[in-house]
């Protein structure tokens, strides 16, 4: 069976859901390590990595409570020190497998960089539990490296098993032979589409840059039968350049195989600048310094396509108030200046209204609590006699108010 992946951010409905899951999986694992923004609004992931009491407190209740060992994933900090210190925090309160990803939560998109296995080894060698190592793992090769080079009991791989699902068979076979088999598996599996085509575009990546036509009918197919006839269309297209190919002649750019084969990936990193204190800048500042704001990218270039009023100016945009908890927008008429989800967990909790938000927890107690206690009057009230019923539309009445 497999290990279950959670992300959460409260102790107590983490190991709740962890109970519910327990019995069809052989551990569960937390997520500490997405850097994503989405991980960011909804406080989780990575952006726990500061928040050691309240990561000891979710790992040791997990470990009392299940049944299945609790395992976790993370990011390091950029000071060795500081991440072995984290990494024996999670041990002692009762993580019993570790996976390191050897990036902060800052590398990321196209300030990935490479991964530290510095970090790695050294979290290996202060920690007595297992560590699987995470990050520039592309072929094989790099499996056996960083198993050597880090002294770690495992190795993940998520780029590069993407691009190339039979990495950890030191295969690099013909793109549509695995394409083919994923498609299969889908029609035994249904999935969402969306899912469906995103790994098509990782599996596909080299050759979509080659015939970019088939990358946007890719993009727009709204069918499995669709994608499965893109895909075709590309074997097709890639069967042909194949039989055009000279014996001897290499691929062109920078690939080491041809398109059609499964290949690492390697994600370019952002415009070569000077670096404002030291500190590598963002993606958007890069932008904005290199004076480049002005060229959308595909996906704007799109939206401005389906609605031609549409602007990108972050001057123009809408300032909204943050929510006090978690970043998000909150509501304008909120009574506790939250975002819905957060006010919906307040009032909850807290058995309170929000009109703001058509929260009523308080509202409907009270009515439910009424009924509850007009009901004797009610059943007294139909027992009775015709001739003593008189108190009873008054009696409907206060309860149904």
């Known amino acids: 069976?497999?290990?279950?992946?959670?992300?959460?951010?409260?102790?107590?409905?983490?190991?709740?859901?962890?109970?519910?899951?327990?019995?069809?999986?052989?551990?569960?694992?937390?997520?500490?390590?997405?850097?994503?923004?989405?991980?960011?609004?909804?406080?989780?992931?990575?952006?726990?990595?500061?928040?050691?009491?309240?990561?000891?407190?979710?790992?040791?209740?997990?470990?009392?409570?299940?049944?299945?060992?609790?395992?976790?994933?993370?990011?390091?900090?950029?000071?060795?020190?500081?991440?072995?210190?984290?990494?024996?925090?999670?041990?002692?309160?009762?993580?019993?497998?570790?996976t390191v990803h050897g990036r902060t939560k800052e590398q990321k998109g196209p300030l990935s960089g490479s991964a530290s296995w510095e970090h790695i080894k050294a979290v290996r060698k202060a920690v007595a539990i297992p560590v699987f190592a995470n990050g520039n793992i592309q072929c094989l090769r790099d499996v056996e490296r960083c198993l050597q080079d880090t002294g770690v009991q495992g190795v993940m791989s998520a780029e590069g098993n993407l691009h190339n699902p039979a990495l950890f068979e030191g295969r690099s076979p013909a793109v549509w032979e695995l394409a083919e088999e994923y498609l299969d598996i889908v029609r035994q599996h249904p999935c969402p589409l969306s899912y469906v085509r995103a790994h098509l575009f990782k599996l596909w990546?080299?050759?979509?840059?080659?015939?970019?036509?088939?990358?946007?009918?890719l993009a727009k197919v709204k069918t499995l039968e669709g994608v499965v006839a893109v895909s075709r269309e590309l074997r097709l297209r890639c069967q042909e350049d194949i039989s055009r190919q000279k014996e001897g002649e290499k691929p062109s750019g920078s690939?080491?195989?041809?398109?059609?084969?499964?290949?690492?990936?390697?994600?370019?990193?952002?415009?070569?600048?000077?670096?404002?204190?030291?500190?590598?800048?963002?993606?958007?500042?890069?932008?904005?310094?290199e004076g480049i704001t002005d060229i959308l990218s595909k996906n704007k270039q799109k939206k401005q396509l389906r609605n031609p009023h549409k602007t990108f100016d972050p001057s123009l945009k809408p300032k909204y108030a943050k929510c006090d908890q978690c970043g998000n927008p909150k509501g304008s008429r909120c009574v506790f200046n939250l975002c819905r989800g957060c006010c919906k967990k307040r009032a909850f909790r807290e058995t309170a209204d929000c009109p703001g938000h058509g929260l009523l927890f308080k509202t409907k107690l009270e009515k439910s609590l009424a009924w509850k206690g007009a009901r004797p009057q009610l059943q007294e009230a139909q027992q009775a006699g015709p001739g003593e019923a008189s108190g009873f539309p008054e009696v409907v009445g206060s309860a149904l108010a």
């Not at 990546?205 to 009918?217: A, D, F, G, I, K």
């Not at 290949?263 to 500042?285: C, T, V």
């Open 255 to 289: 690939l080491p195989f041809s398109h059609w084969i499964c290949q690492p990936y390697f994600r370019p990193g952002p415009r070569e600048g000077s670096k404002e204190g030291g500190a590598a800048r963002s993606k958007r500042a890069l932008e904005d310094e």
């Open 205 to 217: 990546h080299h050759t979509l840059q080659v015939h970019q036509q088939l990358r946007e009918e």
């Open 1 to 98: 069976m497999p290990a279950f992946h959670f992300c959460a951010n409260d102790p107590e409905v983490f190991v709740q859901a962890a109970l519910l899951a327990q019995d069809y999986c052989d551990a569960i694992d937390l997520n500490l390590g997405c850097p994503q923004m989405i991980a960011k609004r909804g406080h989780y992931g990575a952006f726990l990595q500061e928040e050691w009491d309240l990561l000891q407190r979710m790992i040791l209740l997990a470990h009392e409570k299940l049944s299945v060992p609790v395992t976790c994933k993370i990011r390091v900090f950029p000071e060795i020190d500081k991440t072995v210190r984290y990494a024996q925090m999670l041990e002692k309160a009762g993580c019993q497998l570790l």
